[in-house]
C-alpha cells in the first residue's frame, strides 16, 4: 500500500483535466516574456464579484502567508495570538523580532475575550475561524467585541469553505478588520499558491500600495479566474469532505473533537502510530499531546478509520 498523506489540510481532489486543459489554451495564446498586468486588477474584480463586492475591497497575494507577512510585518509591535492555533503567526511574528502576546484558547477552545480586551497596547491581533488545528468557530459576538478594540485584526478564514460562517458582512462596520482566505484549501490550489484579503476600501488600498506591483505569476492568477468560473465542482468537492468529516468523526469520536474544517483534532498523539502503519497525521507543535487528521478521499478515510479504531482498542 502506498503511503497516505493526511497531514497538511490539503483538498483531496486534484483540479479535474477538463479545467486544466483551460489553462493550457491560456498558456498556448499568451506571451510568457512579459510580466503580469501590474496589480492583477482584473482577478481583485473577479475575486470581489464572486463574493459581492468590488476589486477595490481585495488584496490578492502568494498564498495568504504572504499576506500574513505583509500585515505583520507593518503592525510595528506587539501581536496577540491565541494558541493553540496556526504557528506561522508566531513565526512571522519573530521573523520581524516582535513580541507575541500568546492568550490561550479556554478549555473549549472559544478565545479568552476579556483577556484579549486587556491588551489595549497591542498593534496586531490575530484570530482564525475555523482555528487551526482546533476546527472549531469563533462566536460571532466575541470577534464584534475583539473588533471594537480599533486595533488592526486579522481574521484568518482559510478554512471558512467547510464551516458555512461567513464574517464579509463586518468589513462595513470595522475599519480595523481584514479577512484572509485562500484558493488552497475548497479550491484544490494549494500548488499555485494563491491567497487574498478582503476588507474595507480604505485599508485594502493601503495594503496593496505596499506590494510589489508583481505579486503573483500569469498561471497562478490565471487559474484562481478559472477555478472561479467553475464553483460548482469546488461545491461538489466541498460537500464531500463535509460529509466525510461527519462519518469519519462519527466513528472516531471517543479519539477526536468535532470540527467546521476540513480536519479533525485528534485527542491523542498517535503520529508514530499512524506513519508506522503507512498513514501521515501531523504533529502538532503548540499540543505535544494531541495530532491533526486531514480529510482525504472514502478510501483514504476508511483506512484511518480502521486504524485509529485498532488504537483505541488496544487501550482497553
Known sequence: MDDIFLDKNENPFDIPESIKYQLLEYIKNTAMNRYPEKGLPHLLEKIGNFLGLNGENIIAGNGSDELLNLIIGNAKGDIVINTPTFEMYSFYAKNFDYNTINIPLNDDFSIDTDSILSKKNAKLIILCSPNNPTGNIIKRSDIE????????????????????????????????????????????????????????????????????????????????????????????????????????????????????????????????????????????PFMENKSRLTIGKREENDIAIKLIEDYIQSRE
Request: charged share 25%; with cysteine; net charge neutral.
Open 145 to 284: 467585541k475583539v473588533l471594537s478594540m480599533n486595533i488592526p485584526t486579522i481574521l484568518d478564514c482559510a478554512y471558512l469553505d467547510f464551516s458555512g460562517e461567513d464574517y464579509i458582512d463586518l468589513i462595513d462596520d470595522y475599519d480595523n478588520l481584514i479577512i484572509l482566505r485562500t484558493f488552497s484549501k475548497a479550491f484544490s490550489m494549494a500548488g499555485f499558491r494563491v491567497g487574498y484579503g478582503i476588507a474595507n476600501e480604505s485599508m485594502a488600498k493601503k495594503l496593496r500600495g505596499k506590494q510589489s506591483p508583481f505579486y503573483l505569476n500569469l498561471l497562478s492568477s490565471k487559474m484562481a479566474e478559472i477555478m472561479l468560473d467553475n464553483y460548482s465542482i469546488v461545491q461538489e468537492h466541498v460537500k464531500y469532505i463535509i460529509d466525510e468529516r461527519e462519518r469519519v468523526y462519527r466513528n472516531i469520536k471517543d479519539l477526536s473533537y468535532p470540527s467546521h474544517a476540513n480536519f479533525l483534532l485528534l485527542k491523542e498523539d498517535i503520529y508514530d502510530y499512524m506513519r508506522k502503519n503507512g498513514v501521515y497525521v501531523r504533529k502538532l
